[in-house]
Every structure is written in C-alpha cells, then in structure tokens.
C-alpha cells in the first residue's frame, strides 16, 4: 500500500494559464520522500481499503467516478440520476441514535497530544489553535451547507492520486478546484469537468472573523507577540471540504500548490472541524516520527499561517464517537469528521 502526500512538495518551474506546473521527476523524487517518512509515521495504520483508484479503472468523465468506493459508503448514498454516487454526508438513517461522546477510545500512538481541546493554544509563530471558536449552531448550519452543496453537481467525490491510489477521504472543492491528481487548481475539475460551487458568504466572513480574533488572541494573550506574531488577513478564494469517515486519514504533506504570491506573503491556511475529533500532527521536517500533535475538536479552528505556512501536516486518526450528540441529531451527519480547509490562491 503506498504511503500518500497530500499535496506533495510543491517547486515552481512555470507556469501556464493559471496553472503551476512541476516537472514529473521533481513530484516523483519530492513524493518519494513524503511517502517514505509518512510510511514510518503511519506503519500502524490501514490507509484504505482499496488501493485502486477509480480514475484508473473507468472513464474518467462519465459513467464510474463515484460509483465505487472505499467501503465506507452506507445507506443513503444517492444516485442523482446521471448514474454519479454523490456521497451523502448527512444521509437519511431510520432509527440511528448518535452514539453518546466517547473520552476513553483514544490511544496515543508515540508522542503525547501537545494540547487536547482546552482554550486556545499559541502553538508557535503563527500557528494559532482557537478551541471551540465555532458555535453549535453555526456548526449544525455548516454541515447542512456543506451537506446541500456536496450532494449535488461538483459535490463529494473519492479523489484519487497521481499513482492511482484514492485518498481516505470525500473531497469537493469550493471556489478554485484543487485536483489531487495533477496538484493544480483549476476552474473545473477533471474527474467529471464539474464547476466547483462558490464559497458562501458566511463561510468567508466566519473565516476573515476568525483571522480577526486569533491575531487579537495573539496580541493579548501571547506575551512574546510581535508584528511576526501575526496571520496576515485574507479573504479566501479556495475551501477544500473533506469529510473523513472513522477510518478517514491524511498523510503529511505541505500545502505548497497556490500561488508564489500567497506562499511568499505566508497567507495562512484556516481550517474548521466539525463532528469526531482528530489526531493532527504537525512539524518542521517530513520525518512525521518527529512530528508534534494535537487532538482537533468540533468547533476549533487551526490557523497556520507566516512562518509556519510550510509546514508539514497529516491527519492520522479519526477518534471515533467524539461528536456532539446535540450536532448529529440536529444534522444526521454519518459518523467522522467534516473538515474545511480554505486558503487563497
Ligand atoms: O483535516 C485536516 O485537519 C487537515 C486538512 C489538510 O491538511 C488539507 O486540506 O491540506
């Protein structure tokens, strides 16, 4: 089973309509180290069941993209009448009753979780972790946001990489698309030249808020601040949406495929988790064996921009049963985590 980079090291050699492009000997050689590092980190860990890709199986623009899966799939997954399986995250369930938090499923694998779920943390300049920043009630309207636009066309669809593997994971793109296959982003997406849908505006302003009050965090709260202490603002132009199932996971990669400006500038990556929590590891190096961890709750915001916009990052685990009961009954969403990642080109 290969290891998997999320986004791969990214190294500009040109550029063409918008898009970055890297030569294939640099992805491979760059994934190569990615992989073997993530490999060591997640030796323990199954990261899919199935290690074919769909796009490499079936006609990429019609018939099969969403029909197969990664075993995770329940009922309630809809056939929207064109034939495409649109993953439902909030599908239709008679008679499930949420299962009641769990705080004892949790194994540490390695090192200890640096924090797990209790006030804000500055973790470094400028990583920045606002604990259960988002309200339930914001919470609950996010799902059915994400769970409205995903069923539809330019929704939820199992993405694949470069070697044919999928990801461990639902993805639909909001704003730009970013395609795991080729690391570019784009108008459409190749896998069913679907648009992607914009960005709501409530999702932009919750996230230009949230920029807002973790520099205001930083500047009252983190006694070392400095003008370097702080996220640049930016309005975003790209949400990534990734729902994880219980067994969902991300390898370590940096998020390096935007554009030289926003790399340059360290606009900052902010992202949203909503439903089971997760095990997120972070670091310097590729070595994830050197990575430092930290336990993402429903409601947090992570907020990783300036110096720390290069570091590498994975999802290693889902804790399974850690959502609000109060955000699945009022949301039905299937067990795991619904992830909202946005950045600007
Ligand atoms: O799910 C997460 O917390 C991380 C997502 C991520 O790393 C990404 O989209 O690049």
């Known amino acids: 089973m ?17 898009k970055i492009k890297q030569t294939n000997a ?25 290690d074919e890709c769909n796009s490499k199986n079936s006609n990429k623009n019609g ?61 470094r300049p400028v990583m920045v972790l606002m604990n259960n920043y988002i309200s339930i009630e914001d919470q ?15 929704g939820f669809y199992q993405p694949c990489y470069s070697d044919g593997s999928k990801l461990n994971l639902k993805m639909m793109c909001l704003g730009k698309n ?45 006694p070392e601040a400095n003008v370097g202490a702080l996220n640049p603002l930016m309005v975003p132009d790209i949400c990534i949406v990734n729902f994880y199932s219980e067994s969902g996971k991300l390898g370590f990669h940096q998020d390096e495929d935007e554009s030289e400006m926003s790399l340059k500038k360290g606009l900052p990556v902010v992202s949203f988790s909503i439903g089971d929590s997760a095990e997120f590891l972070y670091g310097e190096t590729w070595n994830p064996d050197d990575a430092e961890k930290v336990i993402l709750e429903s409601g947090d915001v992570l907020i990783f921009g300036g110096k720390s916009r290069h570091i590498f990052h994975g999802v290693s685990y889902i804790l ?16 795991g985590r619904l992830n909202l990642t946005f950045r600007k080109y």
């Not at 980079?5 to 918008?18: A, C, I, P, Q, T």
């Not at 640099?26 to 199935?50: A, F, W, Y």
């Open 2 to 18: 290969p290891g998997h980079n999320r986004h791969g090291n990214r190294s500009v050699s040109g550029k063409s309509d918008g």
């Open 26 to 50: 640099e992805r491979k050689m760059k994934s190569k180290i990615v992989t073997d590092g993530l490999q060591s980190v997640l030796k323990n860990v199954k990261l899919d069941d199935n």
């Open 63 to 123: 018939g099969k993209p969403y029909g197969k899966d990664d075993g995770n799939r329940e009922s309630g997954d809809k056939d929207n009448g064109s034939n495409k399986m649109r993953f439902d995250i909030c599908p239709k369930r008679d008679n499930v009753k949420p299962k009641a938090p769990s705080l004892f499923l949790y194994k540490v694998r390695g090192n200890q979780p640096k924090h797990k779920g209790k006030g804000n943390v500055y973790f």
């Open 140 to 154: 609950i309207s996010i799902v059915k946001t994400c769970r409205e636009l995903g069923v539809n066309n330019g």
């Open 178 to 222: 970013w395609d795991p296959e080729t690391k570019l982003y784009s108008e459409t997406r190749p896998v069913d030249n679907a648009e992607s849908h914009p960005i709501p505006e409530v999702f932009h302003d919750m996230v230009i808020k949230a920029l807002q009050d973790s520099n205001a965090y930083i500047m009252n709260q983190v």
């Open 320 to 335: 399974p049963d850690t959502a609000q009961t109060s955000l699945i009954e009022s949301t039905d969403m299937r067990p």
